[in-house]
């Protein structure tokens, strides 16, 4: 390739500033080695580091201004200690010759996978065998995505969560972006206040693999019983595989009659894999823990079964989720203690949420989401969501996410984070009142 062509391409990336290289791109290369060309067809490197960017700048021009983060989805609140007390005795413990372990069984311990079939599924004929321990959600989609290949066909909910379709973008499952920024080969499934944001299935062609997240990240809609047995059926009938996201499951209330897993729903063990996380119940995003569910009754075209290729996966790609991390895990759904010590966590930011929602219908905008789900979804008619996202920094210093970075269907949308600590959310909320006002 012509230098220039490839000076070209390489511009086409926005790198965040902490990984920007010293070496200006277009730079005579040592190498021959050409860039993969599904990397060049990923649009705008990933949301958040856009949204860092943007931050540091608003931080320059604003040097005094506190600017409070309710946009990327990390916890803040600290661990509960019952949990990090487990994992600091187990660490002490290895640097001893009893209590020192090194490689532990790549899908997990037994312990750990044991407490999740029974804790987190209950009644739902959940195998510990079934259970995959990972590193959390975000990696298990693509080692997912690894295990379908190149070739499959793909359905998400739009908006989405990113990883679903980056990593298919990167597998080479999609051709490339339009000027909406839908990729080619992919199934946009249109999840809108118009249609309870659930798609209306007769319309969706059939695809080997959906993405489905509920609750759902970012419009915070938790789908329903009834959604989701047209799912499982809608992917029976076609022979498809529903991945099943629920990263925000400890959101959903007790009293609500919306499932937490997709195994709630009859015929869903022959056609669904569930993946889920730690990270937003426990506050594990930096420790890092989640698991995958491949139930045994899941089986290729050929009749073969799916959960050796993935296990298989695991082996060869990952090696184990970290013990540490693992007995963090146990301590958090282990024990009555613990699991009320998580709740306790996840209490905190669904009343953050509950003050945002309250706040933007106080204002008499339309908002979606945060009763059940961590995220609230608000709509701004007739605008375009960086254009809302910049001016709502500008005038407030509260940083949001624009709905268009989840997918085409979020234009004219704006997610905001209940994820901060009580202080700052009052405080976001009392700037928003001022502005929108
Ligand atoms: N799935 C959804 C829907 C998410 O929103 C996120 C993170 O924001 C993830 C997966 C990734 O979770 P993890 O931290 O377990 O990788």
Same mark, same amino acid.
């Given at each position: 390739?012509?230098?220039?062509?490839?000076?070209?391409?390489?511009?086409?990336?926005?790198? %965040?500033?902490?990984?920007?290289?010293?070496?200006?791109?277009?730079?005579?290369? /040592?190498?021959?080695?050409?860039?993969?060309?599904? #990397?060049?067809?990923?649009?705008?490197?990933?949301?958040?580091?856009?949204?860092?960017?943007?931050?540091?700048?608003?931080?320059?021009?604003?040097?005094?201004?506190?600017?409070?983060?309710?946009?990327?989805?990390?916890?803040?609140?600290?661990?509960?200690?019952?949990?990090?007390?487990?994992?600091?005795?187990?660490?002490?413990?290895?640097?001893?010759?009893?209590?020192?372990?090194?490689?532990?069984?790549?899908?997990?311990?037994?312990?750990?996978?044991?407490?999740? @079939?029974?804790?987190?599924?209950?009644? #739902?004929?959940?195998?510990?065998?079934?259970?995959?321990?990972?590193?959390?959600?975000?990696?298990?989609?693509? /080692?997912?995505?690894?295990?379908?290949?190149?070739?499959?066909?793909?359905?998400?909910?739009?908006?989405?969560?990113?990883?679903?379709?980056?990593?298919?973008?990167?597998?080479?499952?999609?051709?490339? @972006?339009?000027?909406?920024?839908?990729?080619?080969?992919?199934?946009?499934?249109?999840?809108?206040?118009?249609?309870?944001?659930?798609?209306?299935?007769?319309?969706?062609?059939?695809?080997?693999?959906?993405?489905?997240?509920?609750?759902?990240?970012?419009?915070?809609?938790?789908?329903?019983?009834?959604?989701?047995?047209?799912?499982?059926?809608?992917?029976?009938?076609?022979?498809?595989?529903?991945?099943?996201?629920?990263?925000?499951?400890?959101?959903?209330?007790?009293?609500?009659?919306?499932? /937490?897993?997709?195994?709630?729903? %009859?015929?869903? /063990?022959?056609?669904?894999?569930?993946?889920?996380?730690?990270?937003?119940? @426990?506050?594990?995003?930096?420790?890092?823990?989640?698991? $995958?569910?491949?139930?045994?009754?899941?089986?290729?075209?050929?009749?073969?079964?799916?959960?050796?290729?993935?296990?298989?996966?695991?082996?060869?790609?990952?090696?184990?989720?970290?013990?540490?991390?693992? +007995?963090?895990?146990?301590?958090?759904?282990?024990?009555?203690?613990?699991?009320? $010590?998580?709740?306790?966590?996840?209490?905190?930011?669904?009343?953050? @949420?509950?003050?945002?929602?309250?706040?933007?219908?106080?204002?008499?905008?339309?908002?979606?989401?945060?009763?059940?789900?961590?995220?609230?979804?608000?709509?701004?008619?007739?605008?375009?969501?960086?254009?809302?996202?910049?001016?709502?920094?500008?005038?407030?210093?509260?940083?949001? +996410?624009?709905?268009?970075?989840?997918?085409?269907?979020?234009?004219?949308?704006?997610?905001?984070?209940?994820?901060?600590?009580?202080?700052?959310?009052?405080?976001?909320?009392?700037?928003?009142?001022?502005?929108?006002?």
């Amino acid at each position: 390739m012509p230098t220039n062509m490839i000076s070209k391409v390489l511009e086409k990336v926005v790198l %965040p500033p902490d990984v920007a290289p010293r070496v200006k791109a277009g730079a005579a290369s /040592r190498t021959s080695v050409l860039r993969n060309p599904n #990397m060049q067809k990923l649009q705008k490197g990933y949301l958040f580091p856009e949204i860092n960017r943007k931050r540091e700048a608003h931080q320059k021009k604003y040097p005094e201004a506190k600017v409070i983060s309710l946009g990327i989805g990390d916890t803040t609140e600290p661990i509960p200690r019952i949990i990090t007390s487990a994992m600091a005795e187990y660490a002490l413990a290895l640097s001893t010759p009893e209590g020192y372990q090194g490689y532990g069984p790549e899908p997990g311990q037994k312990t750990l996978r044991k407490a999740i @079939a029974e804790k987190v599924y209950p009644n #739902m004929g959940i195998r510990d065998t079934e259970v995959f321990i990972s590193d959390g959600a975000q990696c298990d989609i693509a /080692r997912l995505q690894m295990l379908f290949g190149r070739d499959v066909t793909i359905a998400v909910q739009d908006p989405t969560f990113p990883g679903y379709v980056d990593n298919g973008v990167i597998m080479g499952q999609t051709g490339d @972006a339009d000027e909406s920024g839908r990729y080619g080969r992919i199934e946009y499934m249109r999840c809108a206040p118009e249609n309870a944001f659930f798609p209306d299935l007769s319309l969706v062609p059939r695809t080997d693999v959906i993405f489905f997240c509920s609750p759902n990240n970012p419009t915070g809609h938790v789908a329903s019983r009834e959604q989701l047995q047209q799912l499982v059926d809608f992917a029976r009938r076609n022979g498809s595989i529903v991945v099943f996201d629920t990263a925000y499951a400890a959101y959903v209330s007790e009293s609500s009659p919306s499932p /937490r897993s997709i195994y709630e729903i %009859p015929g869903s /063990r022959e056609v669904a894999i569930e993946i889920s996380s730690f990270s937003k119940s @426990a506050g594990f995003t930096g420790v890092r823990l989640g698991w $995958a569910v491949v139930p045994d009754e899941l089986l290729y075209a050929d009749g073969s079964h799916v959960a050796p290729d993935f296990d298989r996966i695991v082996c060869t790609c990952f090696n184990g989720a970290s013990s540490l991390a693992q +007995v963090g895990g146990l301590a958090c759904i282990g024990s009555e203690e613990g699991a009320e $010590a998580v709740r306790k966590v996840v209490r905190v930011y669904k009343e953050n @949420a509950r003050l945002l929602v309250e706040t933007f219908e106080s204002l008499g905008k339309e908002v979606y989401g945060g009763v059940d789900s961590p995220y609230v979804w608000v709509r701004f008619p007739g605008r375009r969501s960086w254009e809302v996202f910049g001016e709502i920094l500008e005038k407030t210093h509260v940083i949001t +996410v624009p709905g268009s970075g989840f997918g085409p269907g979020g234009e004219g949308f704006v997610r905001v984070s209940g994820f901060n600590n009580r202080d700052r959310v009052v405080e976001a909320c009392a700037r928003l009142r001022n502005f929108l006002a």
